[in-house]
């Protein structure tokens, strides 16, 4: 993905609320499949990341982007966005 794609994706994102939130208990099984359904949905998510996670919102991304096939987009503070194509939708002109 260029620079100029990411910044698409941030732009278009920015109008976006999380939609998850990663807690005390970090990421398990059924959040994964939640955010890969939604990623499926979608293509474009906003996830927030806790105090009280014991993941910091780059560790994070990191799990997300390697078990979903997805693309880091933005890590900004406790926030982060990822990206993941669905064909059929095709909302976001990338890749």
């Known amino acids: 993905m260029t620079s100029k794609q990411r910044a698409a994706l941030r732009k ?8 998850f ?3 005390k ?7 994964l499949k939640g955010i890969d359904e939604v990623l499926t949905a ?6 927030t990341v806790h105090e009280s ?3 910091t ?7 997300l982007i390697s078990q979903l096939d997805a693309q880091p987009v933005q890590v900004i ?18 890749e």
């Open 21 to 23: 939130q990663i807690g």
């Open 57 to 63: 919102a780059s560790e994070a991304m990191e799990i």
């Open 42 to 47: 979608r293509e474009l998510i906003k996830i």
């Open 77 to 94: 503070g406790r926030r982060l966005i990822i990206y993941r194509r669905n064909n059929k939708l095709n909302n976001y002109d990338v």
């Open 25 to 31: 208990n970090n990421l398990d099984e059924n959040q």
């Open 12 to 19: 278009a994102a920015n109008r976006f609320e999380p939609i």
């Open 53 to 55: 996670s014991l993941l």
